[in-house]
């Protein structure tokens, strides 16, 4: 593949940027209130802005990663089925032990709320489209825990695989992507299971369920964009670790997994909407039992592909600065 100069590159990026700022300020939502929708163009903008100004910047510590991402791509696939294996050998059930846990999890959920607190599940979306608290729930966890799952084991990968991080030839850029590759085997699992029970209370799949693979795509990228930044740090200040086990506990409370968004005010729902993972949660029910495609909701788009980019640059740069020090830390 022939190499892209620096020059072309930035002009590249820029031109996308600046046709993606157009189209936000040419588009119009005519049900939209006049004074939202302009704090909506003017932040995503800024943040255009911003991406634009950091990747110009800094350019060379920016696309080192995709470059090596892509060079390595065959040895991440094998390193990533290596790794989903080697996590349960020696087990006489194997990977089944993967799948058990989504499936205990709804069983726990179905008995409590099916059964022991009924009243609780007749209504649970509280938009126009009513759906039974359960299928409801379950559309929430499929991508929470695929996050959480993801995170955890993509923030310690440089530790777990020190040996590696030692070796000056190898690629370590490549290690947190194997973890959040062998976390997208399980979240494949899950995303089944949550099929079935949407078709068990009457929502069968559509062309609308093709978005599971976008939403999968944007969590994937979001959590690798993510990853550069705990990888890196951790190394340094280990108890980063607890501190984003307590912001998984916290988190999946602030993000409408348990809870409808829509029985919120509008101004409500724009704040609970900063939280970039809101946009995938509720794309997983639009896509499992809704009736919405993503571009539909177009500011929810633009702004967490603009801050996916944003946290993906920052991760870039953080990961090239630190990993000179990683070998001697550890």
């Not at 060079?71 to 799948?99: C, E, P, T, V």
């Not at 506990?249 to 809870?259: D, F, K, N």
């Not at 809101?278 to 592909?305: C, H, K, L, N, P």
Request: charged share 10%; aromatic share 18%; net charge positive.
């Amino acid at each position: 593949m022939k190499k892209i100069t620096k020059k072309t590159g930035i002009a590249i990026f820029t031109a996308l940027m600046v046709i993606l700022a157009a189209v936000i300020l040419l588009y119009h939502n005519p049900l939209a209130d006049p004074a939202d929708e302009l704090l909506k163009k003017s932040i995503a903008c800024v943040l255009i802005a911003a991406a634009i100004a950091a990747f110009i910047v800094l350019y060379d510590k920016i696309t080192v990663l995709p470059v090596e991402l892509y060079q390595n791509r065959h040895l991440i696939w094998k390193l990533a089925k290596s790794d989903f294996k080697k996590r349960y050998a020696g087990s006489y059930m194997g990977a089944f032990w993967a799948l058990v846990q989504p499936v205990v999890t709804v069983a726990l959920y179905y008995v409590v709320f099916e059964i022991l607190l009924p009243n609780r599940q007749q209504i649970a979306s509280g938009g126009a489209l009513d759906v039974p608290f359960v299928p409801f729930l379950v559309a929430g966890l499929v991508p929470w825990f695929y996050f959480s799952e993801a995170l955890t084991s993509a923030m310690t990968a440089l530790l777990e695989y020190n040996y590696l991080v030692k070796k000056v030839v190898f690629k370590i850029s490549v290690l947190p992507i194997i973890k959040i590759i062998a976390a997208t085997f399980i979240h494949a699992f899950f995303v089944l299971v949550a099929l079935v029970i949407a078709c068990l209370y009457g929502y069968y799949p559509s062309l609308y369920t093709l978005q599971v693979f976008y939403y999968s795509a944007c969590m994937f990228i979001f959590v690798l964009a993510l990853s550069y930044t705990t990888c890196s740090v951790v190394i340094f200040f280990r108890d980063l670790q607890s501190i984003v086990n307590i912001f998984l506990q916290v988190g999946m409370w602030a993000t409408p997994i348990l809870w409808p968004i829509a029985q919120f005010p509008q101004k409500v729902q724009m704040f609970v909407k900063i939280n970039p993972l809101v946009y995938i949660v509720e794309g997983y029910r639009s896509a499992i039992y809704g009736r919405q495609w993503f571009w539909e909701d177009f500011y929810s788009t633009v702004y967490f592909w603009v801050i996916t980019v944003v946290l993906f640059i920052l991760g870039a740069v953080i990961f090239k600065r630190l990993k000179v020090h990683f070998a001697d830390i550890m």
